[in-house]
């Protein structure tokens, strides 16, 4: 099935099965928010927690942080996102909708009425509140539109509690505000998103090494998510659409179902960071090099990733349509690396005592043997509906095995196994289970 008529399938799968609702839905909707239900903060967890172990527990050079989301005024005005975070916008002077300049080919008509559009403004994306009770300019805050001010502002603490050599990195998983102009496609552009992000410090002459290092990095976790690597491409931004820190930048693109766009990005933002912070705050963030004696402020590569627009690809790339025993059927193909359930136990019958208990048991067995190994499986228990019912909803969920108990298992406890993505089953002995699904 072609992928372009998928969009619409997935998002109301996303929401019948509980992955992801809209945001305050039951007023109405707030625009460019969405909510999580269960299984999409499961896929979402799995996610960041594989992110979290890839990125930072399974090297020695990098430092967790969870800034606050509320930061400094000045934070904003060193960065230059208080300056220049903006987009540009146009208004229709008859329907007053609003576009993103950089995004319609006509500047003079209204794509939604005809209207004539007045002039280009820049319009800033930070959301703004104030700290406390005063509502003067002193107190103005706002929401950050990006978690690496966070780790900026972190680095002189980083670097006296713990000493790093360079290269390190800093990584932090957490929200971002902005409020784009026109949020769109379901959560690839929302106006509350989340981001895993690092800024590595290197010195200067050593960026372009460590540069290639993220860029594989990257590649790996594509493919340890299990994202399909020919559906994603890498730009190489041009130096006009670059950020005004970055000397080179390469995004990561996805084919999403309705066109090709970034799903994360890869820049060398330079100094200017440290720079404009030790400039802004009057802290002094050089690193001080004991074998050369010499003292610099750090270069920064940072990879970063959009947890959302991950969920959006992974499902849009999972979601399948065929046809098992003569019956049309959809399902998530998801990697059983990030799936909400791993493996989902079943009862054949809902009303013989007999088979719930025996299937209770193989439950309760998958779970011990899952804490043993130390293992991230997620183990469900379902007898809800009958089984050809069962084996649909897990399919739709992306559960790649279900494991079903019925007569013959009471004898000679063997169970069925049944594969996701073959729909075949297989008998086998329930002291193999552990050792097959959760090795
Ligand atoms: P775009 O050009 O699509 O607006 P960007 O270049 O502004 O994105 P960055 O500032 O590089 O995005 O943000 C880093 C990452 O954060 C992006 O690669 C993406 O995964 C995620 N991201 C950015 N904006 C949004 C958004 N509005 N909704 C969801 N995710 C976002």
Redesign the pocket.
């Known amino acids: 099935m072609a992928q372009e008529n998928n969009m619409e399938k997935v998002i109301s799968l996303a929401k019948r099965r509980g992955f992801i609702y809209q945001g305050s839905e039951i007023y109405g909707g707030l625009a460019g928010t969405w909510d999580y239900g269960p299984l999409g903060v499961a896929l979402k967890n799995n996610l960041k927690t594989l992110w979290w172990q890839m990125f930072v527990e399974e090297r020695e050079d990098m430092y967790g942080v969870d800034a606050a989301i509320l930061m400094n005024q000045n934070v904003w005005k060193a960065s230059g996102h208080v300056g220049g975070f903006s987009d540009p916008l146009v208004e229709c002077s008859k329907c007053h909708h609003r576009f993103r300049a950089d995004h319609l080919t006509d500047l003079k008509k209204c794509p939604d009425c005809g209207g004539a559009l007045g002039d280009v403004r820049q319009f800033n994306m930070m959301f703004k509140t104030h700290v406390g009770a005063a509502e003067d300019e002193g107190a103005v805050s706002y929401l950050r539109p ?1 978690t690496a001010q966070g780790m900026f502002v972190n680095f002189k603490n980083i670097i006296d509690s713990f000493h790093p050599t360079l290269p390190f990195g800093l990584a932090q998983i957490g929200k ?1 505000f ?1 409020n ?1 102009i026109a ?1 769109r496609d379901f ?5 509350e ?1 989340e ?1 895993m992000e690092i800024e590595y410090f290197v010195r200067p002459n050593d960026w372009e090494r460590f540069f290639e290092e993220f860029r594989q990095l990257m590649w790996q976790w594509v493919e340890r998510i299990g994202l399909r690597r020919d559906r994603v491409y890498e730009l190489e931004v041009s130096a006009e659409d670059r950020a005004h820190y970055s000397k080179r930048t390469i995004d990561f693109e996805f084919e999403y179902p309705f066109g090709r ?5 890869l820049a060398y933002r330079t100094d200017y960071d440290l720079g404009a912070h030790q400039k802004g705050s009057g802290a002094s963030l050089e690193y001080f090099d004991e074998a050369t004696k010499e003292k610099f402020v750090p270069h920064v590569i940072e990879p ?3 947890v ?2 991950t969920v959006l690809a992974i499902l849009t790339d999972a979601y399948t349509e065929d046809e098992l025993g003569g019956e049309p059927r959809s399902f998530l193909k998801l990697s059983p690396a990030i799936a909400p359930v791993t493996v989902a136990v079943f009862p054949l019958l809902k009303n013989k005592p007999p088979l719930v208990e025996k299937a209770r048991e193989v439950y309760a067995l998958l779970r011990e043997a899952k804490k043993t190994a130390g293992g991230r499986a997620r183990i469900a228990f379902d007898d809800n509906g009958n089984i050809g019912k069962r084996y649909r909803r897990q399919d739709e969920i992306g559960t790649p095995w279900c494991v079903t108990i019925d007569f013959q298992t009471l004898e000679d406890e063997t169970v069925t196994l049944r594969d996701r993505d073959s729909g075949n089953q297989e008998r086998l002995k329930i002291s193999e289970l552990s050792g097959r699904l959760l090795g």
């Not at 959560?187 to 106006?191: K, N, T």
């Not at 766009?261 to 990005?265: D, F």
């Open positions: 990006e971002a902005r784009e949020p959560l690839f552009r929302a106006r998103f981001q766009k970034e799903l994360y990005g970063s990733l959009g959302d627009r």
